[in-house]
């Protein structure tokens, strides 16, 4: 579900050309998609405000290379994006953690009736990642592959496991696991 999140072009023009309540135009049309996309690829709030101030001082820096290109939303979001993703790779690092770790979750048994905001829970950071970009916000496994630096068949993997532990999570699917 792609939101056509629209602003005036006077307003983007003036955004380009530095003007500081342009900016804070922008910012506020659209800190909440911002803050909602990072709030679901990570874990805690936190995180996205860190990743919606990161996303919008990258948007200051940018904004002259914004093209008119599509919907200004399809140039922040893919920075939102990207911007989550660099801070779930650094946490995979400082973790020292593999990409298809369950988090510990090995043995755990999770009852067959938890609700989807719960089941997501269990998804590593990846994973969830690339569900929440697929399947919400309508990335194609190519552009999912290329934001991640991985590969098409990476994407298409992690989304088929991360479904598959999402069935057996919520009970939809008789001994699925990712």
Do not use: C
Not at 68 to 74: A, Q, S, T, V
């Amino acid at each position: 579900m792609t939101v056509a999140l629209a602003v005036p072009d006077v307003l983007v023009a003036r955004a380009q050309a530095g003007d500081e309540a342009a900016l804070e135009a922008l910012y506020r049309a659209f800190e909440t998609p911002v803050y909602n996309l990072a709030r679901r690829m990570l874990r805690n709030a936190e995180d996205a405000e860190d990743v919606l101030q990161e996303t919008f001082l990258e948007v200051v820096k940018s904004i002259r290379d914004y093209r008119g290109e599509g919907y200004l939303w399809g140039w922040i979001r893919r920075i939102a994006a990207t911007k989550a993703l660099m801070r779930i790779r650094r946490d995979q690092i400082r973790a020292t953690e593999p990409l298809d770790e369950e988090h510990g979750k090995t043995g755990m048994h999770v009852a067959a009736n938890l609700d989807l905001e719960r089941a997501f829970d269990h998804l590593t950071d990846t994973s969830r990642a690339v569900v929440w970009l697929h399947d919400v916000e309508g990335y194609t496994h190519e552009e999912i592959g290329e934001l991640m630096g991985r590969s098409v068949s990476f994407s298409k993997s992690q989304l088929a496991r991360a479904h598959a532990r999402l069935r057996g999570l919520l009970g939809e699917g008789e001994g699925a696991q990712a």
